[in-house]
């Protein structure tokens, strides 16, 4: 469990495009645009890991339980190996609630909330700081929502950066 506040408001700055993200975002979300073609967003079933062979250690699937109460609305499907080496601890099966501080889980759910509100990508950057021994300090970051009736969202597909 990571004890510091994970998200500091004021840390990170949500992003409105792709321009001066690093390629790897542009990658998954050019994948995911192409997946879901004309719809307003793909689903878990259109998205093979291996056609993102190169990002698997970067990606991270949760389940979204829209009808639950927050500490059980966000669940951790696949944790990518590069998230679990910066991170120090594997949360794949994990809800949010039980990996890091409250107010932390609070701010990313309310990311995860407006996720599946909106039906919209979350792009952002930042500054890393809970994990000072890290050779990283920033991050990039892009969360994209998927729904198996091409309505209600049930996972988001999010693939972080840390450099």
Known sequence: MISDALIVPGSTTRLLTLDQCRPELKQIFALWDLLRGERSMPSRSDFNPAAARSLLPHLILVDVF????????????????????YQGDDWTSAYIHEKT???????LCAVGDYIVAKHEPWISTGNL??????????????LLPMSDDGTTVNMILGLTIFF
């Open 129 to 142: 700081y809970w994990q000072p021994n890290k050779r990283y300090r920033k991050f990039e970051s892009i």
């Open 101 to 107: 501080d409250t107010a932390s889980a609070d701010r």
């Open 66 to 85: 829209p009808d639950q109460s927050q500490k059980r609305r966000f669940r951790v499907r696949l944790h990518g190996t590069a998230q679990v080496r």
